[in-house]
Structure formats: C-alpha cells, structure tokens
C-alpha cells in the first residue's frame, strides 16, 4: 500500500510517498526556519502562508522523486493535530482534496502517534512492551507501548516541555531559534560538570518539570554573568538528560519492557541519544534510535502511522477537522 503523507502541524512543509508503512521510497521536508528565526519563534501567521505556497511543491516533489504519479497513490494521510490550527487547515484540506481527486482514502494521523512510529521506520523489529520517550518542542511524555495503537502514559511535564526548555534558555543566552541544536552544539565546547543545575523530580515518579531548571538558568546567570556560554549550555543539557534517561530506565524496569525508544525533536538531541545507547546496553533493552531527520517534524513518519491507522480503523470520515489540541488516545 502506497500512502502520501502530509505534514503542516507547525514550521515544516513535508510530503513523503511510504509503501507498507515501512520503506520510505521520498521524504521531503521544507523547513520554514529562516522565516521564524528573526521573531525568536513559530509565527502562528506566517506559518500557514508559507504552507500554502510551499505544500504543491512539496508534494509534487514528493512525487518525482518516488517515480509515481498520483494515480499510484493507495492513501492520503495528513496529521490533524495537535499543532497550530492554521497550519494543520492547509494540510488537512489538501490531503482531503487529494484523496477526492484520486477516489483513494483519506487518512487522519495523530502527530504525537506519528512521532512514534518514526523509529520503526528504520528499526521494524518492535521488541514489546516499549518505553517510548517522547521529546518534542510542544510534549514530553513517558509513554509505554504495548502494540499499535495501545499506548500507555507513565508520565508526562507538569510544565514546560523539553525542547521548549532548550528554546527558552537559547533564547536567554541569545543563541537564536531553533535552541535544541545550538546548544547541543555549544555544549560540544563545554564542561557538563561547570554547574550544578537541579535536575527536577529526579527521585520522584515519572512525571517531568523543567521551568524551574529554566528558571535556575537565569538565575545563575544572571548571578554570574561571566560565566561561559559553553558551560551553561552543557550544564543544562546535561540536567536534561539526567532526568530523561533516568526516568526512561526506571519506567523500563516497572513495566518489564524490552527496549526504549526516542521520539520527537529532542531526540536529535547527541548527549540524549548516547546516554541513552549507553543505558541499553547496560540493562541489556534494545535502543530504538532514529536518525536525526526522523526525529524532527517529517511526513514519512505520518505515512507510516497512517498505515497502521488503516489497517486498524480503515478511511477516516471525509468531514474530520484539524484539532490543534489533539492528545494521544490512551488506554
Ligand atoms: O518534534 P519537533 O520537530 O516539533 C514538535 O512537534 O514540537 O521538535 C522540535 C523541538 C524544538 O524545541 C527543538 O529545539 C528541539 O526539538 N530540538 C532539539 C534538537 N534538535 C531539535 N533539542 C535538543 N537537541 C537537539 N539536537
Ligand atoms: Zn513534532
């Protein structure tokens, strides 16, 4: 089954071609960054504009480049939420209108779920039970998988997420939009161990809180104002992935999983990717690493979600709407 994929939840245009929701044969991504960069953040407005000129392009691209045409096409699937509302509108509506054009089903693909699904892309081995640590700029959730569709939340943010964490405190430090990759950068020229930030909730369940880590950021320095960009980067990051890992290793260890996998933005994060290798090998789980392309917004990963959604709840009703606070369905 050949599934087009749509992808316009937040600052990316992208459109893949995925057969049986495992080789990806065109991923197309492109990224609005540039236009966001100078505003420190998504522009909610300026991003639906840029989906509507780049989204025709995107998807005929996506075409070219998997040598079909739409008439090879089984599906359109398109993530309807959560995100921004006009950005998911432009998706939703062409993936609809492609679907009707080309008589083939339309397929609603939840945009966490799809975060998911991104690892098995690469790895199709699905050891289950999963620990899934999912770290995106919007969500930060510890979630346990026990089959397609079957989800479990372990734990998820009181606050601030992840990567929203990474965006703030660049932003603090003047290290420009996006914050994820340009501290794990910086953090390359530091010193981990330079500060002792809190690492918050670390002994305590599995829930997460990272705006008080924020907050301790700008405290410190403030306080000490020549300190080195460098070492405050790897300093917080390496707080971040304290918390991260430990948790992902204990909520393995509760439900007897058999392997963790990453998901979402913050897994293109190195030091996360690492420890989290290393945490594997040591409690003998199979690591579910993906590469760092499928780990940020990319519409592969929706063609394969899409797939399994099909084959689980066949065609999505033609009238389903954009939902920008979608949450995933658990059990
Ligand atoms: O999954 P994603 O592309 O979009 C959402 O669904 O939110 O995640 C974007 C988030 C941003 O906060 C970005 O700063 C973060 O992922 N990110 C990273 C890295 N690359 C992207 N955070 C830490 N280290 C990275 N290398
Ligand atoms: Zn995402």
Redesign the pocket.
């Known amino acids: 089954m050949r599934i087009l994929g749509i992808e316009t ?4 245009t992208a459109a893949a071609v995925v057969v049986d929701g495992t080789q990806v044969v065109s991923s197309v991504v492109a990224s609005q960054v540039d236009l966001h960069a100078r505003y420190g953040g998504v522009v909610p407005e300026v991003a639906s504009r840029a989906h509507v000129e780049m989204l025709m392009p995107v998807v005929a691209q996506s075409l070219v480049e998997a040598g079909v045409s739409g008439s090879d096409i089984d599906a359109v699937a398109a993530t309807v939420g959560p ?1 921004l509302v006009g950005s998911l509108l432009v998706g939703v509506s062409a993936a609809k209108a492609l679907s009707l054009v080309w008589n083939v089903p339309f397929v609603a693909v939840n ?2 779920e799809a ?1 998911l699904y991104a690892a098995f892309l690469e790895d199709p081995t699905m050891e289950l039970p999963l620990v899934v640590v999912l ?5 930060t959730m510890l979630i346990s998988m026990e089959g397609h569709g079957e989800y479990r939340l372990l734990g998820q943010t009181l606050d601030d ?4 964490a ?2 703030k405190v ?1 932003r603090f430090l003047d290290l420009g ?9 910086l953090a390359l020229d530091g010193d981990p161990r330079a500060i002792a930030f809190p690492r918050p909730m670390l002994n305590d369940g599995l829930d997460f809180s990272f705006s008080g880590l924020k907050t301790a950021v700008v405290n410190y320095v403030r306080k000490h104002p020549d300190v080195g960009a460098a070492d405050v980067a790897a300093s917080f ?1 390496q707080a ?1 992935v304290d918390v991260l890992v430990a948790k992902a290793r204990r909520a393995a260890r509760d439900i007897g999983a058999r392997g963790i996998c990453l ?10 990717r690492m420890r989290v290798l290393d945490a594997c090998e040591e409690d003998s789980l199979h690591a579910f690493i993906p590469s ?1 392309s499928m ?3 990319n519409a592969a990963m929706i063609a394969a979600a899409g797939y399994y959604c099909y084959q689980r709840n066949g065609a999505s009703p033609i009238d389903t709407g954009a939902d920008p606070n979608l949450r995933l369905s658990v059990l």
């Open positions: 939840s937040c600052d990316e995100g945009h966490l975060h770290v995106s700029g919007g969500h997420a992840a990567g929203e990474f965006d660049a939009y996006p914050g994820g990759p340009l501290i794990d950068r990051q971040v998901a979402g933005g913050v897994a293109a994060n190195s030091q996360l760092r780990c940020t917004d």
